[in-house]
């Protein structure tokens, strides 16, 4: 069992929902409400990441942010590291991968509440960020957690796109999945069998608990 | 703090609507659906701009197309009541009323909720209560916001008949603590009649007629470029007792009336719709006929009616009473303006719901 794969997965996880969480709420409102040219452009971009495989992804964040490309030496400039092979370019990767997972259901939750609610809101004189705080947010927030955690979840299970960004370094970008991967090319079943278990473990219980506080969110508001 | 409305579009809909509408007075903008009459609330909430438009309150401008003026709806001291109510689901009674006020205060929430007989249930979530309950909380809500415009869009279509009597009737009694101009769209006009001081008739977006809601309704013409059928009179009258047979016993100035029972204790003042198409108009006075309520008046004016029909205005007692009669009955009755005739109503065709208290205010909407 590699706990070192199993720590680094978590915080890259977290660290996908922290910075996706307000990307979420912001960018799923935006879509959910406003009507404009190119809206169609807009969400089919964030979906895209569901569709493409995770090597193509892969391939062009290696592209454009690897060694001897502009934002990659602007980087290594900035930080004295690269930004490939590194953390910091997993959680870059992680962000981009998890997008559709993160705004698609926020957006929906945010849909779902009938215009005459925000519209009331406003009537009762609170402003646009208020009523996001008070009415929106506790009315749509079933969505927005969904999204996180299935961007959570998501992060554990991704395999293919870190291996092209991340590699497999031990305690930077050897994720779990990762883990799994060397464990069975080493013939190393049982370290395999474990990690997996655990996986399935943590990535079920998630997923359960978010289930049963929508179904609790749901009973109170109907 | 009188509100001052002006609208003019084209598109989506075609606006051309002035009205005024001074504080304390209820002002009905009655129209079909897709008159124009909601997007005018929703002009003055400030939750649709039209071309060109301009709404002021208390003499400053919410809106104004020309200078260039439009305040967002949270900056408009306005409550609006919505026909779905709009509440918020997550909160209960309690905190949606609050969740208007400047200064979240639980006396005062309670205290206005008293006010719309909701007393013990501010606990309860919007689920847990009635239609009607929806409706009060959603009413509270709206007061609560201390509004220089109360705002109340078809508030009473979503509920049941019963319970929509009842809340015509605490409308009614709640005029006096509404010192702010109140705007009304429906398109039932009994509604309208019942509760407006003044009308508004609109179709197509444009005023087809505005008035004395006493003005308006013995309008034919502006009933019928809206396709109302409906004409009738109000007539304020005195609970004087209950009589044992199940009818109760009214004064009003065109001498007794005798309805079924009528709610209230003798002494309660109440306005009776009389419907211009349940008036029958007899030369002499009759002898020997069913109905309980005979009218002696001077027929003032016969107004050529849709088809077959007139309508005949009679003056009883300082009031007008419309009869709506075929032609061929006025030929031959060879009824003039200034002939004296007798009105006749029975007493079982005044519907139980077109018969309403006065409002507490004092204001005359006669």
């Known amino acids: ?222 | 703090m009188a509100l001052e409305v002006m609208a003019r579009a084209e598109a989506p809909i075609p606006l051309h609507v002035d009205f005024r509408v001074e504080p304390g007075e209820l002002l009905a903008l009655v129209g079909h659906s897709g008159s124009g009459k909601t997007t005018l609330l929703r002009t003055i909430a400030g939750l649709w701009t039209p071309a060109q438009a301009r709404v002021r309150v208390a003499g400053r401008a919410w809106l104004d197309t020309a200078a260039r003026v439009n305040l967002p709806a949270h900056r408009r001291r306005v409550g609006l009541v919505f026909q779905t109510y709009a509440l918020f689901p997550h909160m209960n009674a309690t905190q949606n009323v609050m969740a208007a006020m400047e200064r979240a205060d639980a006396a005062e929430a309670a205290r206005i909720l008293d006010l719309v007989n909701l007393h013990g249930l501010g606990g309860r979530r919007p689920a847990q209560l009635s239609g009607g309950q929806q409706q009060r909380v959603a009413l509270a809500r709206a007061l609560a916001r201390r509004p220089q415009a109360l705002l109340l869009d078809e508030p009473f279509s979503a509920v049941d008949r019963a319970t929509r009597e009842r809340l015509h009737a605490e409308i009614i009694a709640l005029r006096a603590h509404l010192k702010m101009p109140v705007v009304l769209v429906t398109h039932d006009v009994n509604e309208a009649q019942l509760l407006a001081d003044r009308m508004v008739v609109i179709a197509q977006g444009a005023v087809v007629r505005a008035g004395t809601t006493a003005e308006v309704m013995a309008d034919a013409e502006a009933l019928r470029a809206m396709g109302i059928r409906e004409l009738a009179v109000m007539l304020p009258a005195t609970v004087a007792e209950h009589l044992p047979d199940g009818l109760s016993r009214l004064d009003a100035p065109t001498g007794p009336l005798f309805l079924p029972t009528v709610a209230g204790e003798p002494g309660t003042r109440v306005r009776v719709r009389i419907m211009a198409h349940d008036v029958i108009l007899s030369r002499d006075r009759p002898e020997g006929l069913s109905a309980q309520n005979i009218l002696e008046g001077r027929i003032t004016r016969i107004a050529p009616g849709q088809g077959p029909g007139v309508v005949v205005h009679v003056a009883v007692g300082g009031h007008e009473i419309l009869a709506r009669i075929t032609r061929r009955a006025a030929d031959q009755l060879e009824l003039r303006p200034g002939d004296t005739v007798h009105a006749i109503l029975k007493s079982m065709s005044v519907a139980r719901d077109h018969v309403a208290r006065a409002p507490d205010g004092g204001r005359s909407t006669e």
């Open chain 1, 1 to 222: 069992m590699d706990w070192t794969a199993l720590e680094l997965s978590l915080r890259l996880a977290a660290w996908t929902v922290a910075i996706l969480l307000p990307v979420s709420i912001l960018l799923g409102r935006f879509l959910a409400y406003r009507q404009f040219r190119g809206k169609a452009l807009i969400e089919a971009l964030v979906m895209l990441p569901l569709v493409l495989p995770p090597t193509v992804l892969g391939f062009y964040l290696l592209v454009t942010f690897g060694r001897n490309s502009p934002v990659g030496q602007a980087w290594a400039g900035l930080f004295g590291q690269q930004l490939v092979f590194s953390f910091e370019g997993l959680v870059l990767a992680s962000l981009l991968f998890n997008l559709p997972f993160a705004v698609l259901p926020a957006q929906r939750g945010f849909q779902a509440i009938p215009a005459e609610v925000r519209e009331a809101a406003a009537c009762c004189g609170m402003s646009p960020w208020r009523a996001l705080w008070k009415v929106e947010l506790p009315l749509a927030w079933p969505g927005v957690v969904t999204a996180m955690v299935l961007s959570f979840a998501h992060t554990l299970g991704e395999f293919g796109i870190v291996l092209m960004v991340g590699g497999s370094i031990p305690g930077e970008t050897r994720t779990i999945a990762i883990a799994i991967y060397d464990r069975v090319q080493a013939f190393d079943t049982e370290a395999a069998a474990v990690m997996s278990a655990v996986l399935v473990a943590i990535s079920l219980f998630t997923i359960a608990v978010t289930f049963a506080l929508s179904a609790r969110v749901g009973r109170r508001l109907s």
